[in-house]
């Protein structure tokens, strides 16, 4: 495996981190006090997009750009050192229009969009024009098991008829939001299960949509959403249907490969700033005589902290190349494999952090108690870990299964004798 950089990744780091020196670094507080008075988009993000499409840094995410749509085309392992960049700062993916959900969205119209629904929802969203949203979760059934799904999208003449309830839909409050991908039934009675779902098209504004509630995690408010939202009789025309019916899981598992590469690296940089705060801490506060890295549970935790990173990052260098030579499905296992290990990992550090900043590190002073929060949160989002253990544990059955008595020349005892 080789993860150097190439040239052309090289440059594109250079210059996206000079970006985020110059113009997202010194506008962390401007982001955070606006965001403290109410105002919400804040006042530069046009500005900074605008900026950061006229620099070429704009839509670096899709590796299947087509002929006239602005962005860089690069693979996910080529992206995936730009996503860890870029994740230093909590909200800076969205000024190089390469958020989620709409990064994952743009995917899904690009690979399975008719002309009509690419000219419709994809080209706004490549410009960034437009945010979007992903309708999926849903609070009476385990989502984490995407069959147990229970919003209804059921024909009716020329339309789609949809009734349910969704929640944690991030990005459904962004008033910029004019679009939701939804995946629902629509042959519940299927006996493949991974054929009962569908995803359809439902603009924001189509009457029976109402966001009921903004639900806030850990206490932690997000302006963008992570919204509880019901569908009563929402009707759209049968042409917002994506690919055809009974796609819906299909679509999902190959949404879900690169969006947690893009996750996985954006923890990875949060990680990284984590552990910069705990070493220049460390470095400059003293306790009981001393230097804090110079107490052995302090350069402890900075040690640790660093081999971590390393290891985690490696690991999703590794699935981000999987998945660019054999697909998201051949990559299964190690996708899941990062989903388990990074955000363990970010809370884990961020922890450490705070620990070592003391009372500053659990308050707003600090990105910290941030860092830890999303971290915490990404151990359910696309996913609990539980889910992702089970789905390696079962690979790895499989994998013994096929190649019965492999290990039996490494035993040492003499075979028994059955009777």
Partial sequence: MDFDLSPKTQDLCRRLSDFMDAHIVPRIRQHHDELKAGIFPVSFMEDLKALAKSEGLWNLFLPHLAEGETGTRLTNLEYAPLAEIMGRVLWASEVFNCSAPDTGNMEVFHMFGTDAQKKQWLKPLLEGRIRSAFAMTEPDVSSSDATNIQTLIQRDGGDYVINGRKWFISNAAHPNCKVMILMGKTDPDNTDRHRQQSMIIVPMDTPGVTVERNITIMSHHAPEGHCEITFRDVRVPGENIISGEGDGFMIAQARLGPGRIHHCMRSIGQSELALDLMVERALERKAFGKYLHQHGA???????????????RLLVLKTAQMIDKVGAKGARKEISMIKAVIPIMQTTIADRAMQVFGAMG???????????????????????????????????IKEAQDKPGFTLPYLTAPPRNEE
């Fill in 298 to 312: 302090v350069s402890e935790s900075i040690a640790r902290s660093r081999m971590e990173i390393d290891q985690a």
């Fill in 362 to 396: 659990i308050s707003p002073d600090t990105p910290l108690a941030d860092i830890w929060t999303w971290g915490r949160a990404l151990r359910l989002a696309d996913g609990p870990d539980e889910v992702h253990l089970r789905a390696i544990a079962r690979l790895e």
